[in-house]
C-alpha cells in the first residue's frame, strides 16, 4: 500500500501519522497569558533536539477552526514555558486539560492539579510532575495554515527540575522510577515499564 500525503485530507494523514510514529513522548506544557491565567495542554509531537545549546521541541497543530491553541498564542507573546513529563499516575489529569477549553480557565484548576514555582520563567510548574523543564523560546515557525496548520515551537531549556525519588545511588535519574506513559494512536497509550538494552556498536578504527 502507498499512500500520497497529497491526496489525503489534513484528518486522514494525520491519523497515519500518529499510528505510525509510535510511541511519541508527551510535552505537557505550561504557559501564562497576558492576564496572567495558566494554560495546560499536552502535546504528543515533542521530542529533544540537542545538548548545545539544551533544546527541545514540540508542535502545537492550528484548532479545527483554523485559529493558533492558546499554548501557541501564549508563548508567542511571552517567551516562556514549562514542559512537565507525564508519568503513569499524571494520566488521567493530562488527559483532562486536551480538553478544548477557554482561554480565561485555569486547567490546573479544571484538572485540580497544583501549580509549583519556576526558578527562571514565570509559568507554574505541576507541582505533581516528577519532572519538568522550563524553557524561553527560540524560534515559533508556522508551517501551515488554516485547521491543523502545523507550527514548531524550540525552546532553549534554562532549568531542570527532577524529584529526589527518581534519582538512583549513582546520582543519575533511574529511568525505572520515572514511569513516563507515551502516546500511541487514536486514543491509545503505552507505559515504558517493558525495556531491553542492546551494547553499542564497536567504532570502527
Known amino acids: 500500500m502507498q499512500l ?4 489525503q485530507s489534513v484528518r486522514e494523514i494525520y491519523a497515519w501519522m500518529v499510528r505510525l510514529i509510535t510511541p511519541r513522548p508527551i510535552a505537557w506544557v505550561s504557559t501564562l497569558s497576558d492576564d496572567g491565567v495558566a494554560n495546560l495542554a499536552p502535546f504528543s509531537f515533542f521530542n529533544g533536539v540537542g545538548a548545545n545549546p539544551p533544546t527541545l521541541l514540540f508542535c502545537p497543530a ?5 485559529t493558533p491553541k492558546d499554548t501557541l498564542v501564549n508563548i508567542q507573546r511571552t517567551g516562556q514555558f514549562v514542559v512537565n513529563i507525564v508519568t503513569d499516575p499524571d494520566a488521567e489529569a493530562m488527559n483532562t486539560t486536551s480538553g478544548e477549553w477557554d482561554p480565561s480557565e485555569d486547567e490546573f484548576e479544571i484538572a485540580d492539579l497544583d501549580k509549583a514555582d519556576s526558578l527562571c520563567v514565570k509559568p507554574p510548574r505541576v507541582a505533581v510532575c516528577k519532572a519538568a523543564m ?13 485547521p491543523g496548520g502545523a507550527n514548531v515551537v524550540i525552546g532553549r531549556i534554562v532549568q531542570i527540575h527532577v524529584s529526589d525519588e527518581m534519582i538512583g545511588e549513582d546520582g543519575q535519574l533511574d529511568a525505572q522510577r520515572m514511569a513516563t506513559i507515551g502516546r500511541m494512536g487514536d486514543a491509545d497509550y503505552v507505559r515504558t515499564g517493558d525495556r531491553f538494552s542492546m551494547p553499542r556498536p564497536r567504532r570502527s578504527k
Open 134 to 146: 522550563e524553557c524561553t523560546l527560540l524560534e515559533a515557525i508556522q508551517l501551515g495554515t488554516g
Open 62 to 66: 492550528n484548532r479545527r477552526d483554523g
Open 4 to 7: 500520497d500525503p497529497n491526496e
